[in-house]
């Protein structure tokens, strides 16, 4: 297996900690000037964006493989913009996400307390998990090239997903004799949940360009994590109750549809 420079890592780990804390901060900052807990889904993938070029820039005081630091870059860069501005953009005009208002209507405090303590904190923690891969894979001495060459497959497969799946949603909403109906079109007709599969092989994806070194091995905890949370915590599971009650049909939906996976849906 290939060594890691464990003195950059470390300073890597330490400084993507802080570049998370800080744009949080900001985050949590601005949910309270506009009473909204939604701008942390903007935060999210910005958040990945500042940790991966902190920790490559730190990087360069090591002894990594550049040329692995600018893969993992480039790939953690095109991600989490195209996923910030995408959210950011459906959610700048639109009302609070039915799921944080009913969070922050099930919590005890101010508004403040209830933005740092439930939605904030966890979820920036959560991302500093989550990434690293990112901050140990930069400091990496050299790339595998068959593992590199499968981690880059499975991320694009990933931001197909993710980037195919929201558009299709996205033209669906928009076209107002969609209105109250069930998206059931394209990828969605797969897997409910085109764009949670997609951020989990994305970030399958970087662990495995970030696993040439043992260190990067030990960091499955990002992708697992990540998974975990699109799976049953902040995704999927709290997406489905809501649209269990709002979406005619959805029973029917979810009986045929696969979950995650995509797959051919089963038949009536």
Known sequence: MISNDLGATALALAAGFIAMAALMLLGLRIAVSQHKLTVVDTMWGLGFVLIAI???AVAFAGSGEPAIRWLLLTMVTIWGGRLAWHLHTRNSKADEDPRYADLASRSSGSFGQIALRRVFVPQGVSMWLVATPVMVGVNNERLVGWLTGLGVAVWTIGL???AVGDWQLARFKADPANKGQ???QGLWHYTRHPNYFG???VWWGIWLVATSSWVGLATVIGPITMTIFLTKVTG?????KGMSQSKPGYAEYVRRTSGFIPLPPKKS
């Open 54 to 56: 902190t920790s490559a």
């Open 160 to 162: 197909f997903f993710e």
């Open 182 to 184: 069930l998206m059931d």
């Open 199 to 201: 951020d989990s092989c």
């Open 236 to 240: 999927a599971a709290l997406n489905e």
